[in-house]
DNA sequence: CTGAAAGCGCTTACAG
DNA sequence: CTGAAAGCGCTTACAG
């Protein structure tokens, strides 16, 4: 049997069985505060006998806009993104916004093909971890009136709004916490490509040189296998290394890996210290002492950026700074 | 300084700068066969001197469809959705789609709002793992001939497609290498919430009862938190359990807790399998032996099988199931 | 308060 | 091969 083709119910049906023109249909459905209450029974009654459901498609090209937000990340399998991907989505939500994943895999390409998506759809804002913090298509956005907020990473047209975390300010309390403890051979495991990375690596090499300790980093570029390989070549080398910071959640998971392969002790033979607090760390072997970035708050803040200026109530650009928090676990072996 | 609005170009502008119809622009950009080469030319160069780009929410109301598929999960920061997602997300961008992510958080209403809201939408397909398999959207989505394709857990409608991993089969593969391993007393952390836990759980009792085996499992729920203290509870309970099986990341992290808080060493006192295989399990404490999804793949099968029915190569439905890979790591005790 | 009409920016039969 | 015209399904000044 083929099924039969049910054609869509549209506007004007619902107008005819309610006796009134689609324009007093749509007045009800879009909330319009003077429609007689009559008409406006009889339309509520003919909607709901009708099933009938507004076509979005026309709604978006109507308004020129889309109840969508975009959220550009480098890499949703990353639990720092995950996590706050699924925190953009529960803020989104409640406001009636949905979620347009756009993962980049930090390619500036990808970042500028989405980008530009989103101006076609003409998405209602975007939140976006820059690979490209330069991109044309973030200015193109903006002339569009799509409001853009950046997270991680500023980006450099002066109109975008931001939301970053410390983290200087986190690497350096990270470093003090196990010059603190009495090291004085510190490793961090770096990442030139990432920002977030860069700017805890200088807080790190400050701190050091402030104490006159010798800064020694190693890049790992954010793959596991890079980051053990990377804390392999600093334990081999001759610094006598007894404490690492690793620069995020990737390094810190291939110095583990690492550290575990030659049968070294966490914390006693080498004491650790990561950033980010994904949902392993906690049971990690040692347990993980982190900074955290407190990721739901920045979610929240920067739908509310965005809620600001799609509403019009806000012109000048803002840029907001986060604290993280340290979670003293056993990885860095003091008490506290 | 105010900014001048600029206003958009449409494809007037463009036909009206290379001297020809609007039609014809249409055609030359939407690869029509038959443009004579010089119109198409102008038509090109217009386009480039005037910077256009197509109204897509314009062309999405004309062709009464959208360049997305939507993919509804219940949790993305839940790594085995994270990996699905993003490889779903590869796997979309390379045929030219976008990915409207929806997280439901388990919740059949939100999956219900929305599934509506895809329908609304008009993508071209949904990828989800249903959190209520029989939700009537589901059926509406079919009903407007848009394709549908399950994972985790296979939906109720006989119309659409899913993909689904040998759960039951992996269980089995699980418990035979404890009890090959001489375990006699082997439980199962489960989650009845949860399909593919259940079948999982199915499997278990199955080979336990097979051999004679008293099985034991206790519920988690799958927050972490509730596999430590489901954990705990068979630690005090009188069964004298030697191993144990997670069934699924959340009640393995929970059992880690459980296990590292009471300092009960595993795989020597306890020996530990688990199911999926994110990032950390591999230098977790200790390496975890897990049966794996192959998780690319089955993106892969996903957006083929929408892809078949975008194009209408295809109307009988299909179910995939596809095999899990046992990776023997530290934490179930056996050397093999 | 309400309807007729225009229009959002495209695409695509239709006619030539 | 190409253009004029209709139309996708809404919303919203405009007039009454």
């Given at each position: ?34 429609v007689?209450?009559a ?7 003919a909607?709901?006998a009708?099933?009938y ?21 480098s ?26 994943l ?31 913090p ?28 931001a ?7 986190a ?34 090499e ?12 190693l ?11 990377a ?9 006598g ?7 995020n ?11 575990h ?43 509310d ?12 650009p803002?840029r ?15 008490a506290q």
């Open positions: 049997m083929v099924k039969a083709e049910v054609p869509p119910i549209r506007i004007r049906d619902v107008a005819a069985l309610a006796g009134v023109s689609p324009a007093t249909v749509s007045r009800v459905l879009n909330m319009a505060p003077s007689n209450s008409d406006r029974a009889r339309v509520l009654t909607v709901k009708l099933g459901r507004p076509n979005r498609l026309a709604q978006n090209l109507r308004r020129q806009k889309t109840e969508m937000i975009g959220v550009v990340v890499d949703i399998d990353n639990p720092h993104f995950a996590t706050m991907v699924r925190a953009l989505e529960g803020a989104a939500y409640s406001l009636g916004y949905r979620v347009l756009c993962n980049t895999d930090g390619q500036a390409e990808k970042q500028r093909s989405y980008l530009e998506v989103l101006a076609a759809e003409r998405v209602l804002g975007v939140v976006l971890s820059p690979s490209n330069a991109g044309d298509e973030i200015g193109a956005l903006l002339d569009l009136r799509i409001p853009v907020v950046a997270f991680d990473r500023p980006v450099t047209d002066p109109r975008a709004d939301v970053v975390a410390d983290n200087r300010g690497a350096v309390t990270a470093t003090k916490l196990l010059i603190n403890a009495g090291h004085k051979h510190i490793g961090f495991l770096s990442n030139p490509d990432l920002f977030t990375v860069s700017q805890r690596l200088a807080g790190y400050d701190t050091m040189a402030a104490v006159g300790l010798r800064p020694c980093s890049p790992g570029y954010s793959r596991i296998e890079e980051g053990a390989s804390t392999s070549k600093l334990l081999d080398s001759s610094e290394i007894t404490a690492l910071i690793a620069g959640n990737s390094m810190a998971l291939g110095a583990l890996r690492a550290l392969a030659r049968k070294i002790k966490v914390p006693e033979e080498m004491a650790l210290v990561a950033f980010d607090d994904p949902i392993w760390a906690a049971v990690a072997n040692p347990p993980l002492t982190v900074l955290a970035q407190p990721i739901e708050q920045m979610a929240e803040s920067m739908v950026l965005l809620q600001e200026r799609i509403h019009g109530n806000r012109l000048e803002r907001l700074v986060v604290d993280f928090e340290l979670r003293v676990r056993e990885s860095c072996g003091t």
